[in-house]
C-alpha cells in the first residue's frame, strides 16, 4: 500500500518568511510524529499527535514552530520567520493503532532558508 | 527524560568483516530498542528491533544484543557488503506508555569498502 507522503520534496525559502510543511501518513496509522535531521545529525523529535491532538510539544524547538493535524490524517508544520538554522530534512513518520513502536518514515522535506 | 548515546560515530569496515555498534540509554523504563538504517537520501527504515525480554534477536546477517543491566544495546552486521553502507540509528522507547516518541541516537556512518 502507499507509504508516507511529505510535501513538498524540496523547499527554498528566504528568511523571514513562512513555511508550511505538509504529511500524509499511512491510511488508518493515528499517530503521527514529526522529526527533524540537520546535515550529518540525528533524528530530533518535534511534535507528535494521537489523532488530532498532540500531547507533546516539548520538541519544538521555538514559538515560530507549530503544527496542526485535521480529521486524524494530514498534518502540517508550519514555521514563521524562517531562520538560516531552520535549515534541515523535516520528516514525518506514522503508527499504527496500538503499535507506536512501529515507525513509518515518510521521504521527507529538504528545507533550505537563504 | 531518556537520552540514547551511540558510538562510534563513523566506521569503516573492509567487505566481509562484522561491524558492531553501540548504543547506551538512560531510562531503566524504556522496553523497545528498534534500529534504522538510513541510506543516502533516503527516509528511515526499520531493519530490526528488540524488546527488553530478550536478550538477542538475529535477522539473517544482522543481529540485536541487549544488556538491560548495564542499559546497553548492540547491533552486529555480519560479512558486510557495500550495500550495507549508510547512517545506522539506534532508538529507545516505552510504548507501555501510549505513542511516546523514539528518541534517537546521533547515527554511525558505516563505509563498507570493497
Known amino acids: 500500500g502507499a507509504g508516507v507522503s511529505q510535501s513538498p520534496s524540496n523547499k527554498v525559502t528566504e528568511k523571514g518568511k513562512d513555511v508550511e510543511l505538509r504529511c500524509d501518513p499511512i491510511s488508518g496509522h493515528t499517530a503521527l510524529y514529526w522529526y527533524r535531521q540537520s546535515l550529518g545529525q540525528g533524528l530530533e523529535f518535534l511534535i507528535y499527535?494521537?489523532?488530532?491532538?498532540?500531547?507533546?510539544k516539548s520538541g519544538l524547538p521555538s514559538d515560530r514552530f507549530s503544527a496542526e493535524r485535521t480529521g486524524g490524517s494530514v498534518s502540517t508544520l508550519t514555521i514563521q520567520r524562517t531562520q538560516q538554522e531552520d535549515s534541515a530534512v523535516y520528516l514525518c513518520?506514522?503508527?499504527?493503532?496500538?503499535?507506536?513502536?512501529?515507525?513509518?518514515f515518510g521521504p521527507g522535506t529538504r528545507l533550505t532558508v537563504t | 527524560g531518556e537520552n540514547v548515546e551511540q558510538h562510534p560515530s563513523t566506521l569503516s569496515v573492509q567487505e566481509g568483516d562484522s561491524a558492531v555498534i553501540k548504543c547506551t540509554y538512560s531510562d531503566s523504563a524504556s522496553n523497545y530498542f528498534p534500529w534504522y538504517k538510513q541510506e543516502l537520501g533516503k527516509r528511515p527504515q526499520l531493519i530490526i528491533d528488540?524488546?527488553?525480554?530478550?536478550g538477542e534477536k538475529k535477522d539473517q546477517r544482522i543481529a540485536v544484543t541487549l544488556n538491560k543491566t548495564a542499559k546497553h544495546f548492540s547491533l552486529h552486521i555480519t560479512e558486510t557488503q557495500p550495500e550495507d553502507s549508510a547512517v545506522y540509528f539506534c532508538a529507545a522507547s516505552k510504548p507501555q506508555l501510549r505513542n511516546t516518541p523514539l528518541v534517537f541516537g546521533k547515527g554511525t556512518r558505516l563505509s563498507v569498502i570493497a
Open positions: 513518520a506514522s503508527s499504527p493503532p496500538g503499535r507506536s513502536y512501529e515507525q513509518y
Open positions: 528488540i524488546r527488553s525480554n530478550v
Open positions: 499527535f494521537q489523532g488530532n491532538s498532540a500531547p507533546d
